[in-house]
């Protein structure tokens, strides 16, 4: 079993920059990604940017030049610093550590206002 803990998020106007982390605990395997996912009302789930223990990283083009997801694996901590947010990045922004198995976080609120 694996526990995610989120922390940071919160209300920052359009152009601002907020930074959140999730720290994992508990059967941490090597070879795992860890990452953030985010939900918007009446919206799907959608990736915002994973990285591989190795240091590999995936981002939603819509992010990209903007978001920087980092992690520190002795911790076994991701943090995704976020700048030049927009309106459009407002939701739920959800931590997922995947290995064998998939597992997220409650969620953390970052709201953007215009």
């Known amino acids: 079993q694996v526990h995610l803990v989120e922390s940071g998020g919160g209300l920052v106007q359009a152009g601002g920059s907020l930074r959140i982390s999730c720290a994992a605990s508990g059967r941490i395997n090597s070879g795992n990604v860890m990452g953030w996912y985010r939900q918007a009302p009446g919206k799907q789930r959608e990736l915002v940017a994973i990285m591989t223990n190795g240091g590999s990283t995936n981002y939603a083009d819509s992010v990209k030049g903007r978001f920087t997801i980092s992690r520190d694996n002795a911790k076994n901590t991701v943090y995704l610093q976020m700048n030049s947010l927009k309106p459009e990045d407002t939701g739920v922004y959800i931590c997922?550590?995947?290995?064998?198995?998939?597992?997220w976080g409650q969620g953390t609120q970052v709201t953007v206002s215009s």
């Open positions: 997922n550590y995947r290995d064998f198995l998939n597992y």
